[in-house]
């Protein structure tokens, strides 16, 4: 009977670990946890909520950073040739100033009287509408569309006078702007001189053994960011060029004024070149119909031209984003900021786009991920350096 005991013993004693295993401690975290969880949802709200309400000066930074940055070019190109970096940024704001006058010089006497123009000239357009005998004539003479618009600007002076409120609000927002324009301008100063500082002190922020990907990180947003400002300034004065010698060449009214909305619009991506072409269209239309057709046939085949020609060959290895991305970015930066939002959403996208691949994908490369390395490699990245940590 004893040797029974002792030989259940050695078994009771093994299965008793099992079941004496100490479970994890279920008890309910310390205050001091609840502490420190509740500021940081605290300080997070409150630094969107600060965010929001300064979001304007935030995007005029933003802006006058993308300017700065897309400058960096030609501002690197005058300091390797031996020049100072605040000799090198005199020269390209006075170069700018003196491109700004000629045009106010050969360009603005000619859009003021065409401008004009056009609102002396909207009466005599609608009644040539007016008469004709199609469904257009037909629904403007029932509508009465030309006296409204003839008594609307014959009452336009009173009008105005009894508006003083809405004139105040209208001066309000120009001198607005203005102040933006400004704004935008000293900063983008500021930071085109001090690029190189507050890229260095961005890296030293960055713990030792992550400053080498951090340094290629900002390195290449900048690359990106300022090959893009530069790309699309080439492409929207050819875009406004192009569209001037058409409008002369098909005898559209008002081709200066209409040229320069192409080119300014131009700027947008994705939409832009309908916002700009749009108008040109209608006038050529209200001057006549070959007219019209001309004018839509050649913003057809220029913008065929532009984006399968003039734009790969700019634009190459510059964004690295696919058409979907580059529709996405714009609706999404429109919504949320305007005019300036679509603006900015592509530089920011590709800046995203440098961060994704610098990062998340040389992990996966560093964990034997193939697909992730042969992205990297589509995408012209740098090739992993091993001494490199993530």
């Known amino acids: 009977m004893k040797s029974v005991v002792s030989d259940a013993a050695p078994d009771a004693a093994r299965d008793r670990p099992a079941r004496d295993v100490a479970l994890p401690d279920r008890r309910w975290p310390p205050m001091r946890y609840w502490a420190k969880a ?91 509408l007016e008469a004709r005998n199609d469904w257009l004539g037909n629904l403007m003479r029932e509508n009465h569309v030309t006296d409204q618009v003839r008594g609307f600007i014959e009452h336009l002076p009173q009008t105005a006078g009894r508006s003083f409120g809405t004139i105040l ?16 301008t000293v900063l983008a100063i500021y930071f085109m001189v001090s690029l190189p500082s507050m890229r260095r002190t961005t890296t030293i922020l960055v713990r030792p053994h992550h400053r080498a990907q951090a340094r290629r990180v900002i390195d290449s947003s900048i690359d990106r960011i300022g090959g893009y400002v530069v790309g699309n300034f080439v492409t929207s004065v050819l875009c406004g060029v192009a569209t001037l010698v058409a409008m002369l060449a098909i005898g559209v009214p008002f081709a200066v004024p209409l040229a320069i909305w192409a080119g300014f619009a131009d700027l947008i991506p994705a939409v832009g070149s309908y916002l700009g072409a749009a108008p040109a269209i209608l006038v050529a239309f209200v001057a006549s119909p070959v007219k019209g ?59 995203i786009k440098v961060v994704i691949v610098e990062v998340w994908m040389r992990e996966r ?25 993530v």
Do not use: C
């Open 38 to 128: 509740t500021a940081i949802v605290v300080l997070t709200v409150g630094a969107f909520a600060v965010a929001r309400s300064v979001l304007n000066i935030l995007i005029l930074v933003l802006i006058a950073i993308v300017i700065a940055v897309g400058a960096e070019p030609v501002i690197g190109w005058l300091t390797g040739r031996g020049l100072a970096r605040g000799l090198a940024v005199g020269l390209l704001l006075a170069a700018i100033v003196l491109l700004a006058l000629a045009f106010a010089w050969f360009i603005v006497p000619p859009l003021v009287a065409q401008a004009g123009g056009l609102g002396a000239d909207i009466p005599r357009y609608l009644g040539s």
């Open 169 to 184: 609000g209208v001066a309000g927002r120009v001198g607005s702007l203005v102040f933006e324009a400004v704004t935008v």
């Open 293 to 351: 057709l001309l004018a839509a046939v050649f913003f057809v085949a220029y913008q065929q031209f532009e984006n399968y020609l003039v734009v790969p060959r700019v634009m190459k290895n510059v964004i690295n984003l696919s058409p979907a991305a580059v529709i996405i970015a714009t609706l999404v930066g429109g919504s949320l900021a305007g005019f300036a939002g679509a603006l900015l959403a592509l530089p920011v996208a590709a800046a």
């Open 365 to 389: 490369v560093r964990e034997g991920d193939g697909l992730a390395e042969q992205q990297i490699e589509e995408q012209g990245a740098t090739p992993l350096d091993p001494s490199d940590h």
